[in-house]
Structures are given as structure tokens and as C-alpha cells.
């Protein structure tokens, strides 16, 4: 029997091992002393857990990718959906991870979490101790207190089921917020912040992507018009201007249909307004009519993300390429001129300026 | 080091105990089971050409928990994608993707029409007694469409003579609980068989979680530290049921007659990923499924000629939910997925041999599936609910005719020609050639080539899936080709060694890819062309070391670079001339079996190189999958009285206790222990 055992000892010798797991290490980042910085959303495959936050210093033009992993030494989670910055701190929301991660912005180390929701998109601000964070597949907004971390109330969707529930961005006009409804909704509605009851809604077209409001208070949403074979229905997506006060739509601006609009986005004074639809496209909030041509033409790059530099005026646009390598942020001038190019993470699709 | 073996010599000295008070018995007398050690030299006509990995009975029936991804991960070089224990596992073939992956069962396709691959988890390997994978070209000889290849599945008659039970209990980690029981009865014409498979785990394994922390607040909600958590593995509980049933009448005329009916009952959960941060009492997302499968065939056997009728039927029905704790206890739906298949299966092939020298064969078979996917429950515009989702039926019908010929021993030819129609699509004439010629006889050396061109049709969802369904998908094609050498030597009762070493190289056009949309759901397109090469190479060294001494090494290897040719999408595209994501261009794998007397030791390592997550094969600090080892071990005893065998079996698997991911964000369990208690009683 000794043979027997020799040969099993060989056998555990026979094969070492090396597929290590392995820890992230913590580096130490302090950007406090630039001023401007753009943070970048990457969402990362659906169920790979691999969305990450890039950050670029347009001043400088350098580029850190992964600052979340580096500077916590874990990761940031699954579709990394948006981010909004309130009091030096950034609040990130990792949609299929059910969290919303508090940063601080000049060292990226994380400060706290939102954890137990459902399935959040975006968060918005009422005071320090108080936010909503919407919600797909759950027809609730959910009340939270930031500073606590804590979940505090719920505001009830009406005619929406948890299966068809989805709420997305928000912006504020006194005391109420509008919020869009776009996965197999038409509508924007408005919430009493005192009351934390919806109050009213708007019919829109199919499925409204986004929503922002001018310096008119005007709000502006761009829907994407359903799809082909959708029950919900199809059609041709639309732009639409609304007046915040009354609550009705002042202007329709039809696309044609089969386009696809999406990130409606304004510029640092709020009179200019920015859209995809292949091409990027830019409008005076004042316009009458969809200008003829775009911003920037179509030039094989597949326009994903979109934002404006609030002080500058640079338009910084993100290709997803084929949505499993490093995506590419373009940044234009005013005047369409390139002024820079970087790759970032996975799948850009929102951004956030410091 | 010394943890491990102290390890492993507790779980090992139960049977080393046991076996050296067996040592005092006269075992010589008992007779000693070594298994037959035979060369192989003959060349059957029907596989001229073709490369092939057969996997016999040992290997499939080594552990009865075993899943045929299992098997084929530690007995074959294909890449086996594991989600984690108890959940989907794909397999692919030289560098393609699952869904070019085609598998039968007793002669019928089992590929999902809606979402074309296999899940390889749901076969348990002891309802299989045949398997063998047809690489690349080879596959033509039995089905369109394996653009990887093909895994060819199928039970057999147990040859048993009056009644005959088998009862195997294992008891595991993890709370594991695997049981296995077959009836047999057989007689000069009748063979009967029962086999029922039932397996359940909570599956709630320890891991440290490396991708997420857990903080530590004062009062003030400040983090005054952070900590990687040990965690269970969330949310992965599994029930797993499944009965076969067989009955075979032969008429000793050369008719056969065979009824096959296999039914799955599968409740499984899907696991939380590692960077979730919900609880896991708050969701749950649970995947059920119902199959049943059956195929009816009339075999009528002739010196020089063969036909077969098969008929068969495939029902699945499949339930994904998603549910979410509204906080009141009442789970409320974020998706409720609902699909039905039915499949109709008929299929009529035929061989005639004309002298020695010629074999010619003839195949069709029909596949009609009905399809209802019901993917979403909504509210319209009109308040009226309605659900999204698709009803569809397709037929696929495919034939083939060949002509085999050997003009003298030491060469043979084989051509092919198959067509295939999916709807009312067809397909160009799809030719395979084959050619095999020994070199030596000594060492049995013989080459082999084969060529074929290949299509693959876009599955059910891949068309009509809502949202995203693309209607306008062109079929994939290739071409691929290989050639190789074989050889088998050894000596009869002393040890046989066989290898074989293959060179392949495929070119795929309009690769189908599923990407997200602006609109925020996936959709199919033609995107990739893929060249894809490499090497395989096999061998397997069956020796008698010594009187009463047997050893077995199997061994495998794969280089298998997959590359994208394609046209950059976007002028930032890197990803044009490199190896696809989540495809390893390097795995191996290894088994050695020491027997002696009774006793057998089982040593199982695998081997996949670094699988790059992005197209652009950049390795990021999130997106690591670095290569991965694994090293399984088996004791098995077997006990023979006058009343029954008893045999007893103890495995660890993960042996080195690594803590490791196979896919991102999924962890696998460290190391965990099995033991089986098996009875086939002596009526």
C-alpha cells in the first residue's frame, strides 16, 4: 500500500495551480486641484459585472480609466446607468447591482451606499437629506435620505405595474419634479416634492428617452417611438417642448420614422439643445424647426453618449464601437473642430461634469 | 501544502484502511477485473475521413453526479463555458460559439430552435451511453449547421439477461444530494430499461468575495472600514429530476424496434452575481423548465444493406421569473417569462453496402418546432394588457447522400453532399470530401483530411425575438478543412497507446452577433467574419504495470486561434486580427486512472488558457479572467458478495481549493467532497 500512497502524493505534487482571483490594490488619486473634470459612466456588459468610471481632465487631457477599482480596490458593479455630483460628492447608480455608490470626487474613494433597490436608473437632489432614485421594473420612486444612506419612503406610480414600472430622468421647477416613463410608456409626470404624490402626467409620444429643461423652463424629451412588433406600438419619434409652468407641450418636432433620437442634452447656458440621431445634432432652444443639417455628420462612429461642457461649450460625444472593447470619447470644439480623442471603459454611456 | 494533505488523507484513509484488509483476501481466486486493452487497426467504412473523439462507458458513467459539461470539460479539449455549479454550460468547438455547436440525441437535434445551443448541465452523463464529438467537417456526415462541430449523443440496449436494479446515494458538500437509481429487464428479444436521476443542493458554497466590500459606519454614517465579505454563493438552489425510460424489441431477424423517453423536471435558481449588492431574500430569480423528449425507431438490419425510421417528439416548457420583495412580503414581478416548444421529429436513413470496396448512405430528417415565447407582461396605450412576444413554427428539414469508397485497404474516400431547408429557405449544396490512407501499418499510422463548406440558419429568436428580433439575418457559412495522423500501437493484455495530432482551419462569414441597441435592448446582426486554426491533438496510453496494477492516462490539447477579419465598425474598432472574447486560444486536459484490483483512483485536471473579455484583447484591471487549473480526485472501491456488488466512492473536487471565477462575476466553490453508495443487487 505503500505504492498506493507515494503515487497519490504525486499525484497532488503532479499540478500546480494558477488562476488567482485577485485583490485589487488601492492607489491614492487627489485631482482637487484641477478644476474642470468629466466623469464617464461605462455600463459594461449586462450580467459581467465589469462597468467602470472614467475620468478625464479636459485642461490637461489625460484620462484615468477604472478609478473606481483603483482607488477602492473593488468593483464597481453591473451597467453603470448615470452619475450627478451634489456637495463634492459623486453619486453613481449601478443599475443591476442595486446600488447607489457615494464618492468623493477628487480622490474617488467611496464615502457610502444606497443598497436594496430595486433596479435604479437615476438619482436627483431635493435637499441633503433628501433624494429620489427612479426605477425600471419596479413602478415605485424611491425616497432616500443621503446622508443616512437610507431608504425612507416610496412614491407609487400610477397605472404602472412592477413588470412594466420604468421612471427615468428628472429635473426640477419649484416644488415639483417631471420625470419621464419609457420602457413601454408615454408619459412624463409630475411629482409634489411636499407631498411626494404624483400630481399630474403628460402624453408623449412612445417612449420617452430623456428629459431636460432650457433656460425658458421649457422642459425637452425626445422619445425613440416604440419599435417594430411592439404591442405598445410603433411610430415616429417626436421632440417635444414644454412649457413647466402649465404642463402642456408647446411644440412637436417629428423625426422621421425608423430614426432612433436619444440623449437630449442643453449646454452650460441652457439655450442650445443636443441630440443623437446617427449624426449629433444642435438646435437653439428658441428654434422653430430641426435645423437641416447636423452638428456633426455620421462618419461610421456609433454615437452612444452625449454631453456639453457647461463651460466651455465642448461636445463631447462617445462611441461604443461594438459595445465589448474600450469605448472612445470624441471631444469637438463649438466650431466642430477635433480637439481631442480618448479610449475610456466598456459601453460609455453617461457622463458627469465635476 | 501540508493542510491540503492532511486534507486529503483523512478524506482517503477510510479506504486505505478498508484496503489493506481486503490485502488479507484471496482476491486471485475472486478474479480480478482489468480492463480489455485492445489495438486499434480496422477503419469502419462509415467514419473514413472524419475526426472524432468517442468517449466510452467508463467515462460516462465514472461519477453519477456528473453532467456531460462535466465530462466533456475534463475529457475533451472543446471549451466548456460554466456559468458555476448547476447552471448553464455551453460548448464549443475550435474557437465557434455554443450555437455552432450541433447535438443530438439518439439521432434527433436538442439545440434550443429559439436559442440554438445546448445546455450541456442538463444532460446528466449517466443517461448517456454513447457520446462522440465529430470535429468540424466531420459533422456534415450527420447534420448541417455545426460550424464548430458536432456532440453526437445516445443511449443502448443494457444487454441485461432477467431483472436487474441499480441504486447509487451520494451525499455531498454543500448540503449536495445525488440519486440515481435504474431498473432493467431483458431477454433474448426484450430489453427494458428505467433510470431516474434526482439531484438537490442549496448550492450556498463560501467564497471570499474579491470584486465587493462591506463597510463599517459610526454614527455618523462615516466609513471607519471596509472589508472583503465571505460570502454564500446567493440565490443558486437546485432541483433537479429526470427519468428515462427505454423499451427495445429485437426480433433477432435483424429488426429492432426502440421507444426513448426522457423527461426533465429542472427548478433551478440563478445566482446572484459577485457585485451585487441586493439581498438575496429580496429577489428572486428562478429558472424552471419542463422536457420531454421521445424518439420511436424501427432499425431493420441486412448483410449488405441497413435502413432506420425514427420518429420522435419534443415538448419544453420553460419559466423565468424574476420577482422582487415589495417590502410587505409580496414578491411582484420584474419579469415573467414564459416559452413553449414543441418539435416534431421525423427521420429515414439508409446504407447499402455494394461489394467491400463501396458504402453508399442516404439521410433526411425533419424538424418542425412551434415556438410561443411570451416574454413581458404590459399595459398598452389603451389601458389593455398585452404581452410581448413571438409565435412562430419552422420546419428544418435536412438530407444528405453519400458514396464511401475503399479501393484497397490502405485508403478510403468519402463524399458527402447534404442541403438543408429552414422555413422555406434552403441552403446551397453543402460538399464534405474525406479522405483517410494508412502510412504504416506498422504503428497503424494513418492520415486523414476532409473539406466541406457549411450554413448555419439564424435560430427562432434570433428573427422574431421582441424586442430585437431581425428578421433581414443573413445565414452564417464557412468553410473549413483539416488533416491530421493517427497512429495505435500496443500489444494485447500488456498496453495499447493511440494518438492522433490534427491541423484545422475555418473561415466563417457573417458571424451573428447580438449587440445592444440606443433603444436599450439587444438586437441580432451579420457583424464578424471569423477566421479560426489551430491544432488538436489526443492520445490515451491504456498499460498493465504490473500484475493486478492497471493505468490509464487520457490526455488532449487545443491551440485554437479565433480571429476577427471583419471591417472595423467604427474608426476606433481594435479589434480587427484578434481572438474573440470569452474563447481560450489553449486548453488541455488530462485523466489518469490507476487501478488495482478493485480499486480505482481517478486523477482529473483541465486546462483553460486566459479568455480575454474584450474584443480588443486588452486585459483590464475589471475584465480579468486569468487561466484557469483544475484538478479533480476520485477513490473508488468496488465489493462483491453473493448478494450484491456495493461500491463505495469518495471525490474531491477543486482539489488546490482555488478560489476562481470562469465566467466574470461568477464565483466557483473551493474545495468540496462527495461520497457515493452504489448496490446492484444479485437477484
Known amino acids: ?354 | 501544502m501540508k493542510k491540503l494533505l492532511l486534507i486529503l488523507y483523512v478524506a482517503i484513509s477510510p479506504f486505505m484502511a478498508w484496503a489493506q484488509e481486503e490485502d488479507t483476501k484471496d482476491w486471485a481466486t475472486k478474479g480480478i477485473h482489468i480492463r480489455g486493452i485492445s489495438v486499434y487497426g480496422n477503419r469502419p467504412m462509415k467514419e473514413i475521413g472524419t475526426q472524432q473523439t468517442k468517449f466510452d462507458t467508463v467515462i460516462l458513467k465514472e461519477n453519477i453526479a456528473l453532467s456531460m459539461a462535466d465530462v466533456l470539460t475534463f475529457n475533451s479539449a472543446i471549451f466548456v463555458k460554466n456559468y458555476g455549479r448547476a447552471t448553464l454550460s455551453t460548448v464549443a468547438f475550435r474557437g465557434t460559439s455554443p450555437s455552432h455547436t450541433q447535438v443530438s440525441w439518439n439521432g434527433m437535434k436538442i439545440n434550443s430552435p429559439m436559442l440554438g445551443m445546448t445546455d450541456f448541465s442538463m444532460i446528466p452523463s449517466y443517461f448517456i451511453d454513447d457520446a462522440s464529438l465529430l470535429h468540424g467537417t466531420s459533422s456534415v456526415n450527420e447534420t448541417g449547421g455545426g460550424l464548430g462541430g458536432a456532440v453526437r449523443l445516445s443511449t443502448k440496449p443494457a444487454n441485461s439477461r432477467g431483472f436487474g436494479l441499480q441504486y447509487v446515494q451520494g451525499i455531498g458538500s454543500f448540503k449536495t444530494f445525488d440519486e440515481f437509481l435504474r431498473l432493467t429487464y431483458g431477454n433474448d428479444h426484450w430489453q427494458v430499461s428505467t433510470r431516474a436521476v434526482y439531484s438537490s443542493s442549496p448550492n450556498d458554497y463560501k467564497y471570499r468575495n474579491h470584486d465587493k466590500k462591506v463597510n463599517v459606519y459610526d454614527e455618523d454614517m462615516n466609513i471607519i472600514d471596509q472589508y472583503y465579505p465571505i460570502e454564500r454563493n446567493r440565490s443558486g438552489a437546485y432541483k433537479d429530476f429526470h427519468i428515462l425510460q427505454e423499451v427495445y424489441y429485437n426480433t433477432g431477424r435483424g429488426d429492432r424496434l426502440g421507444l426513448n423517453a426522457w423527461y426533465i423536471n429542472s427548478n433551478r435558481e440563478l445566482a446572484m452575481l459577485t457585485v451585487d449588492h441586493g439581498n438575496d431574500t429580496d429577489f428572486e430569480n428562478r429558472q424552471r423548465e419542463e422536457t420531454f423528449r421521445s424518439v420511436l425507431s424501427w432499425d431493420h438490419l441486412r448483410d449488405e444493406w441497413k435502413m432506420g425510421i425514427k420518429g420522435g417528439y419534443i415538448h419544453t416548457w420553460m419559466a423565468y421569473d424574476y420577482k422582487r420583495d415589495l417590502g410587505n412580503g409580496i414578491m411582484a414581478h420584474m419579469t415573467r417569462s414564459r416559452s413553449r416548444i414543441n418539435t416534431f421529429y421525423a427521420q429515414a436513413d439508409g446504407e447499402y453496402y455494394l461489394g467491400k470496396k463501396w458504402l453508399f448512405t442516404a439521410n433526411i430528417s425533419l424538424h418542425q418546432h412551434i415556438v410561443v415565447s411570451e416574454d413581458k407582461n404590459i399595459i398598452r396605450q389603451d389601458g389593455n394588457k398585452a404581452i410581448v412576444g413571438y409565435r412562430k413554427g419552422r420546419p428544418e428539414l435536412s438530407g444528405s447522400l453519400s458514396a464511401k469508397w475503399r479501393p484497397i485497404e490502405r485508403f478510403g474516400v468519402s463524399m458527402v453532399v447534404r442541403e438543408e431547408m429552414f422555413g422555406r429557405e434552403w441552403t446551397p449544396i453543402i460538399p464534405a470530401l474525406f479522405l483517410d490512407g494508412v502510412i504504416s501499418k506498422k504503428g497503424n499510422v494513418v492520415a486523414k483530411a476532409s473539406l466541406s463548406r457549411n450554413f448555419r440558419f439564424p435560430t427562432l429568436n434570433d428573427l422574431y425575438f421582441l424586442p430585437g428580433g431581425n428578421p433581414d439575418l443573413r445565414k452564417e457559412n464557412g468553410w473549413t478543412y483539416d488533416a491530421g495522423v493517427s497512429f495505435a500501437i500496443g500489444k494485447e493484455g500488456i498496453y495499447s497507446l493511440t494518438g492522433s495530432a490534427s491541423w484545422f482551419e475555418s473561415f466563417i462569414k457573417d458571424w451573428i452577433i447580438w449587440l445592444p441597441t440606443p433603444k436599450g435592448f439587444f438586437s441580432p446582426d451579420n457583424i464578424k467574419d471569423v477566421h479560426a486554426y489551430g491544432v488538436e491533438l489526443k492520445g490515451n496510453l491504456d498499460v498493465a504495470i504490473a500484475k493486478e496494477w492497471q493505468l490509464g492516462v487520457n490526455g488532449t490539447f487545443s491551440w485554437t486561434p479565433s480571429i476577427n477579419v471583419g471591417e472595423p465598425r467604427t474608426p476606433a474598432d481594435k479589434s480587427v486580427g484578434k481572438q474573440l472574447p470569452y474563447t481560450p486560444e489553449l486548453s488541455s486536459s488530462v485523466t489518469g486512472r490507476l487501478s488495482w484490483r478493485r480499486w480505482t483512483f481517478l486523477y482529473k485536471w483541465c486546462y483553460y488558457s486566459e479568455r480575454y473579455t474584450m474584443s480588443s484583447n486588452d486585459i483590464s484591471l475589471t475584465g480579468k479572467l486569468p487561466p484557469y487549473f483544475m484538478s479533480n480526485i476520485s477513490l473508488e472501491k468496488v465489493l462483491s458478495f453473493k448478494w450484491a456488488d456495493l461500491s463505495l466512492k469518495g471525490t474531491i473536487n477543486n482539489l488546490f481549493n482555488e478560489e476562481y471565477l470562469s465566467v466574470l462575476s461568477r464565483p466557483m466553490p473551493g474545495i468540496n467532497f462527495e461520497i457515493f453508495v452504489g448496490i446492484t443487487p444479485k437477484w
Not at chain 1, 446607468?81 to 447591482?97: A, C, D, K, L
Not at chain 1, 420604468?166 to 408615454?186: F, H, K, P
Not at chain 1, 428658441?286 to 455620421?298: G, K, M, S
Request: aromatic fraction near 14%.
Open chain 1, 1 to 354: 500500500m505503500r505504492l498506493v500512497h507515494y503515487i497519490l502524493l504525486f499525484a497532488c505534487l503532479l499540478f500546480s495551480s494558477c488562476m488567482e482571483w485577485e485583490y485589487g490594490l488601492e492607489e491614492d488619486f487627489d485631482l482637487s486641484a484641477s478644476g474642470d473634470g468629466l466623469f464617464i459612466c461605462n455600463e459594461g456588459n449586462f450580467h459581467y459585472g465589469n462597468a467602470t468610471l472614467s475620468y478625464y481632465d479636459p485642461t490637461t487631457k489625460t484620462v484615468h480609466n477604472e478609478i473606481f477599482y483603483r482607488a477602492n480596490a473593488m468593483k464597481l458593479g453591473d451597467v453603470c446607468q448615470s452619475m450627478i455630483i451634489r456637495n463634492g460628492i459623486g453619486w453613481v447608480v449601478v443599475n443591476n447591482s442595486h446600488v447607489v455608490f457615494a464618492i468623493d470626487i477628487n480622490t474617488f474613494k467611496e464615502v457610502g451606499r444606497i443598497t436594496n433597490l430595486t433596479s435604479p436608473r437615476y438619482i436627483h437632489f431635493l435637499s441633503d437629506e433628501k433624494a429620489y432614485i427612479t426605477q425600471i421594473w419596479d413602478n415605485r420612486i424611491f425616497i432616500v435620505n443621503p446622508k443616512r444612506y437610507e431608504i425612507t419612503g416610496y412614491i407609487d406610480i400610477p397605472n404602472m405595474t412592477s413588470e412594466s414600472g420604468s421612471t427615468e430622468q428628472m429635473v426640477q421647477y419649484g416644488d415639483y419634479v417631471y420625470v419621464n416613463c419609457w420602457s413601454y410608456q408615454n408619459r412624463i409626470i409630475k411629482i409634489d416634492t411636499k407631498t411626494d404624490t404624483v400630481v399630474d402626467e403628460l402624453v408623449v409620444g412612445i417612449q420617452p428617452t430623456s428629459l431636460v429643461m432650457d433656460c425658458n423652463n421649457k422642459l425637452w424629451t425626445v422619445t425613440d417611438g416604440g419599435y417594430e412588433g411592439s404591442p405598445y406600438g410603433h411610430e415616429a419619434p417626436s421632440l417635444y417642448r414644454i412649457d413647466a409652468e402649465t404642463f402642456t407641450i408647446e411644440k412637436q418636432f417629428k423625426f422621421k420614422f425608423g430614426d432612433c433620437p436619444s440623449e437630449v442634452q442643453l449646454n452650460g447656458t441652457k439655450d442650445k439643445l443636443y441630440w443623437l440621431n446617427d449624426d449629433v445634432w444642435e438646435m437653439d432652444v428658441t428654434a422653430d424647426r430641426v435645423p437641416v443639417r447636423p452638428f456633426l455628420p455620421y462618419n461610421g462612429t456609433l454615437y452612444y453618449g452625449l454631453t456639453v461642457c457647461p463651460r466651455s461649450g465642448d461636445v463631447y460625444v462617445a462611441d461604443a464601437i461594438d459595445y465589448v472593447q474600450q469605448g472612445m470619447v470624441y471631444r469637438y470644439s463649438k466650431n466642430q473642430e477635433l480637439l481631442d480623442s480618448f479610449y475610456v471603459g466598456i459601453i460609455p454611456g453617461a457622463f458627469c461634469w465635476k
